[in-house]
């Protein structure tokens, strides 16, 4: 059964995996490099993760087709937005609450590698189809 806890664990684990990933090669590289290694980490910790996944956008009931590229999606639940930037714009994070809509899943997580401090980067986004699900 599909609740707040199991897709809190599974973002635990991923905030885990981006930890690690952070800790071996620290800020200033591309992201297409975290997201390389990020894949590979989330893999050896027993996560199903698919890369550079298409999602539809439908307009007025029309589908325009996948013209939008989500980062990783892990588990079918969590769509994971990577950045290597200096500063978090707002932007960023309408892009990813527009990405869970789109794509109908209930959490996002917005990592950005280009920092000391991960954490001070990290911005969890849920839905309101989260918020209805059962917390345990």
Do not use: W
């Amino acid at each position: 059964m599909l609740t707040q806890k199991l897709i809190n664990d599974i973002s635990f684990k991923i905030v885990g995996c981006a930890f690690e990933v952070h800790k071996q090669l620290g800020p200033g590289l591309l992201e297409s490099v975290y997201q390389a290694c990020m894949i590979d980490e989330l893999r050896r910790n027993h996560l199903n993760v698919h890369s550079q996944v298409f999602i539809p956008v439908y307009y007025k009931g029309n589908d325009l087709g996948g013209q939008l590229k989500l980062d990783l999606l892990v588990e079918d639940l969590v769509i994971v937005e990577l950045k290597a930037v200096e500063a978090m714009i707002p932007l960023y994070k309408a892009q990813s609450l527009s990405y869970l809509k789109l794509a109908n899943k209930p959490k996002g997580l917005l990592i950005n590698f280009h920092t000391e401090n991960i954490v001070s980067q990290l911005v969890p986004l849920v839905t309101e189809e989260f918020a209805i699900l059962p917390k345990e």
